[in-house]
């Protein structure tokens, strides 16, 4: 089994910034894709971000690019991301994944979600 615990959501300002952590626990945590998704209300939930732990390669919505940047710290089993220039269009649940599929479609385990409010 796999936990995953997000923090850092809140209520910002458009163009402001904030960051979103994972923490990652369990015995098969290692080693495996995990995303950044996020559903906004009267949406389906969408890819964010994703970070490969194998080659540390990222993947970005078009939305999102050159905005957001996920990250991995590996003794802390977590994963960050960072959003600027945040927009009002930005506002969602955001959830973290862990063992996502190839193309980012679904996930095998889920954290809680947290809220993000982008509005002046």
């Known amino acids: 089994q796999v936990q995953l615990v997000e923090s850092g959501g809140g209520l910002v300002q458009p163009g402001g910034s904030l960051r979103l952590s994972c923490a990652g626990s369990?015995?098969?945590?290692?080693?495996?894709?995990m995303g950044w998704y996020r559903q906004a209300p009267g949406k389906e939930r969408e890819f964010v971000a994703g970070v490969r732990w194998s080659n540390s390669n990222t993947y970005y919505a078009d939305s999102v690019k050159g905005r957001f940047t996920v990250s991995r710290d590996n003794a802390k089993n977590t994963v960050y991301l960072q959003m600027n220039s945040l927009k009002p269009e930005d506002t969602a649940v955001y959830y973290c994944?862990?063992?996502?599929?190839?193309?980012?479609?679904?996930?095998?385990?889920w954290g809680q979600g947290t809220q993000v409010t982008v509005s002046s």
């Open positions: 994944g862990s063992h996502c599929t190839l193309r980012w479609g679904n996930c095998d385990y």
């Open positions: 369990g015995s098969i945590f290692s080693l495996n894709a």
